[in-house]
C-alpha cells in the first residue's frame, strides 16, 4: 500500500524558513519522480516543484522565484522541500503527491495528508 | 501557461440528481493529459478520472469523464450522499507546468 506522510509544517514568522518532508513507502521510490502541491486556505490546488526520481531535475512554478529548493534522499525514501523568504502568500496546507504517468506527462495517484504551513508575525 | 475554468462554481443537486462539471482550457489539450479529483473538507484531493475519460482503481461507474481540445466534463450519474465534495480537473500536457482548475462545489440542495 503506498503511504505518503508529510511533516515539518508549522507557525512561521514572514521572511522565515522551513523545511518541509514526505516520507513514502509502498513503491520503489528512487524510481519515481515526486511533487509538491500546495493549497490556500479555501482556494484551489496550485503545483509547486517535482523532481525526478535521480534527483538531477527539479521543476518549480514561476512564483517560487529561487526562494524554495526541492530534494530527495533515496535511502529514507523521502522527499524535502526547503522553504525560505517565506511570505503571508505562502500559507498553505502542502502536499506530497506522487506522479503517474511519464516523465512529461503525468498526474497523481496517491497523496499525503498534507502538513500547514502558517506565515504570520 | 494553460489556463482551466471550471463552471459553475457551486452546483446544488439533490441525492439522485445528475451532475454535469465543465472544465474549459485556455488552449488545447490532448484528451490523453486531462485528469479529474475530488476533495472533501479537510482531505487530500482523491483522483477520479485520467486521460479524460479513464476512471481511476475503485471509483465508482457512476463517474465519467469525457471530451477533448478545449472542453472536458465530468459526469456523475446519480449523486450519493458521499459525492457531495469539490472537484479539481488538472491538466498535464504542458508539464512541468501543470495546471488545475479553480474547482466546482457539489453542495446538496
Known amino acids: 500500500e503506498v503511504q505518503l506522510l508529510e511533516s515539518g509544517g508549522g507557525l512561521v514568522q514572514p521572511g522565515g524558513s522551513l523545511r518541509l518532508s514526505c516520507a513514502a513507502s509502498?513503491?520503489?521510490?528512487?524510481?519515481?519522480?515526486m511533487t509538491w502541491v500546495r493549497q490556500a486556505p479555501g482556494k484551489g490546488l496550485e503545483w509547486v516543484s517535482t523532481?525526478?526520481?535521480?534527483?538531477?531535475?527539479?521543476y518549480y512554478a514561476d512564483f517560487v522565484k529561487g526562494r524554495f529548493t526541492i530534494s530527495r534522499d533515496n535511502s529514507k525514501n523521502t522527499v524535502y522541500l526547503q522553504i525560505n523568504s517565506l511570505r503571508a502568500e505562502d500559507t498553505a496546507v502542502y502536499y506530497c503527491?506522487?506522479?503517474?504517468?511519464?516523465?512529461?506527462?503525468?498526474?497523481?495517484?496517491?497523496w499525503g495528508q498534507g502538513t500547514l504551513v502558517t506565515v504570520s508575525s | 501557461e494553460i489556463v482551466l475554468t471550471q463552471s459553475p462554481g457551486t452546483l446544488s443537486l439533490s441525492p439522485g440528481e445528475r451532475a454535469t462539471l465543465s472544465c474549459r482550457a485556455s488552449?488545447?489539450?490532448?484528451?490523453?493529459?486531462l485528469a479529474w479529483y475530488q476533495q472533501k473538507p479537510g482531505q487530500a484531493p482523491r483522483l477520479l478520472i485520467y486521460?479524460?475519460?479513464s476512471r481511476a482503481t475503485g471509483v465508482p461507474d457512476r463517474f465519467s469523464g469525457i471530451g477533448s481540445g478545449t472542453d472536458f466534463t465530468l459526469i456523475i450519474s446519480r449523486l450519493e450522499p458521499e459525492d457531495f465534495a469539490f472537484y479539481y480537473c488538472?491538466?498535464?500536457?504542458?508539464?512541468?507546468?501543470?495546471?488545475f482548475g479553480g474547482g466546482t462545489k457539489v453542495e446538496i440542495k
Open positions: 503527491a506522487k506522479p503517474r504517468g511519464t516523465d512529461l506527462h503525468y498526474y497523481f495517484d496517491y
Open positions: 509502498g513503491f520503489t521510490f528512487s524510481l519515481s519522480s
Open positions: 523532481l525526478t526520481g535521480s534527483g538531477r531535475s527539479p
Open positions: 488552449q488545447s489539450v490532448s484528451s490523453t493529459y
Open positions: 486521460g479524460a475519460s
Open positions: 488538472q491538466q498535464y500536457e504542458s508539464t512541468p507546468n501543470l495546471t
